[in-house]
């Protein structure tokens, strides 16, 4: 049965002043809350006690390698665009230990960790963020192996999503067709109206537990008017990007064209720092790392981030198999906009514009396609 | 494998071990708890062999697949892990995960000629294949074994691949880069004795393993000859960390070398295969 039929509302106004019964409903059913909130000039992902601790009247200033917190004129919690941080960081932990091993009179045991985490609700996800997280889960969860850390995370998240009002000057969600509207993927959404010194939520279910979690909350019945007026600033956000994209036929012009010129001129600015696969939601290259204790008798393994930028990555006994920042950029940009398709069936890029925003240089990965979409080389299939 | 979790390794024993070459060597193992199914694996799949308190890594499985109660794996000494993995003595614990990978196409090349081509530690992923196919000897034409190695002192397995000749009628070709004047062999690049070969190449698969170099050249070789790229099936080795998908190190092109690989047919990597820094 439908749950408006049963009387259960799907759609809610809720009052600016109300925003903090969502953080108190959200403790009360268990969940630890995260969600952005200003740390060392930035906005950051963070455990949130009370409404007080989101970044209202905020927002940030974004171009290629530029990022500044300004004051807003309004009194808007989520009147800005996405900051360095993602939210794989929770459920893809930048370290975790994967297991232990202890040596025994003979031999050694292995134990594994069994991280029980708290449960967790993110709210503030984007929409660009949401794309970020299903493209997590078809690397994690869906292939012919499943990582248990991932799962253990994954599995009882909850998702509050918020409809872009502001569209950084890296944006272009639009392009990717992942925003700036979430469509799928939540259990509740946010659309923040600022509107005639009326300041209200459009609260939308997703979810039965969305709807439940509706239900719970101080509300007032959503009418055309606050519908139109959530739909406007959707509208306004989408008709503002900062960035755009052309992805016609972007996975095999790419692969057609691993000779490019263009790879040579960029790698004369890339400096391999690594910070756009840092700050990207969907990498998810990671390393492990071995250490011991001093007495040598206890071992653990641990999995960390890692970059196709550095050079360890590619190693074998021949030595770095990219060993050029031509190559190292060429793999990370063919990955995420080529053959990413090939592997998981989408885009490796959401469009949020991180790693435009946090590249030292202020490379623009959309910059970058399109100078290969101008002058293509078509190198064709021979070494 | 560990069903829920392909990250943690299982506690096997060594049985025994070997020195094969001056820097090669072969360890033989059982599951630390016994373990009555063995280690069913199938020709070309590797294993993270784990070493405790050092580190982990790939390495492919070169016993046979039709006698899984025992585990083997033969392995040159050339990093931190094999270093340490080659001083432990049978009884001795180490960690193994696996197998993981595609295998090369044995069932599929019945009714055959095979031709193998390898260099150096290339025979160990390789020598489970012929074990298999010597199993069903009758279902195969010909099968011709082209080895090469540094020096006679590299060669692997020399008085099994001297057993296999007659025993199961394998045409082999043995070649060194360089050796002393006692050496009554062949000298020069493996690459060169492909030519020499007598096969039907419509109905020949070849299985290269070895480095991109040779296998490189060795398809060059067998394009002359009339065997086409998808019927030669070569293995790929790149840095891995999980063997599993999920650590992106392995990446080939859109493939991943730990499940896609190691094995691949050759017309599947064809257009970036040779390419510098992929």
Known sequence: MDATRRGIQTEIVLAATDLDRLLLALKETGYRVYGPTVEDQAIVYGELDTAADLPRGWTDEQDGGIYRLKKRDDAAFFGFAVGPHSWKKYLFPPEVKLWSAHAKAKGFEIEEETANPQKMAFLGVRACELAALGIQDRVFLQGSFVDPVYRSRRDGLFVVAVNCSVAGGTCFCVSMNTGPKAESGFDLSLTEVLKNGDHYFLVSAGSEPGREMLARLPQRPAETEHRQSAAAVVENTAAHMGRTLNTEGLPSLLAGNLDHPRWDEVAKRCLTCANCTMVCPTCFCSTVEDVTDLSGDHAERWRKWDSCFTMEFSYIAQGSLRSSARSRYRQWMTHKLSTWHDQFGSSGCVGCGRCITWCPEGIDITEEAKAIREAPQKTGGKP | ?278
């Open chain 2, 1 to 278: 494998m560990n069903p829920v979790n392909p990250m943690l390794p299982e506690v096997f024993k060594i049985r025994r071990s070997a020195q094969n070459t001056e820097d090669v060597f072969t360890l033989e193992l059982e599951r630390k708890n016994g373990g009555g199914a063995g280690f069913p694996f199938k020709p070309g799949q590797f294993n993270m062999l784990y070493v405790f308190g050092v580190g982990e890594v790939p390495i492919s499985i070169s016993g046979d697949p039709t006698r899984p109660h025992s585990l083997v794996h033969t392995t040159r000494a050339v990093g931190t892990v094999t270093r340490t993995l080659c001083q432990l003595k049978p009884g001795d614990e180490m960690g193994v995960r696996g197998p993981f990978g595609t295998s090369w196409p044995v069932e599929e090349a019945e009714g055959n000629d095979i031709v193998i081509v390898t260099g150096g530690i290339g025979l160990a992923p390789l020598r489970p294949a012929l074990y298999q196919m010597f199993a069903r000897r009758e279902r195969y034409g010909k099968i011709y074994l082209l080895y090469g190695a540094r020096s006679p002192g590299d060669l692997l397995y020399m008085d099994e691949v001297g057993l296999w000749q007659h025993q199961y009628r394998i045409e082999t070709r043995v070649t060194v880069d360089a050796a002393r004047r006692d050496w009554k062999g062949n000298v020069g690049v493996v690459t060169h004795l492909v030519g020499k070969i007598s096969i039907d190449p419509v109905h020949t698969m070849a299985f290269i393993c070895g480095p991109e170099i040779m296998m490189r050249f060795t398809r060059v070789e067998l394009t002359r000859i009339g065997v086409s790229p998808d019927r030669t099936f070569i293995s790929m080795e790149r840095n891995m960390k999980c063997a599993v998908g999920f650590c992106g190190h392995c990446q080939y092109g859109p493939h991943f070398i730990c499940k896609d690989g190691p094995v691949f047919r050759f017309d599947r990597i064809q257009n970036i295969f040779g390419r510098r820094e992929i």
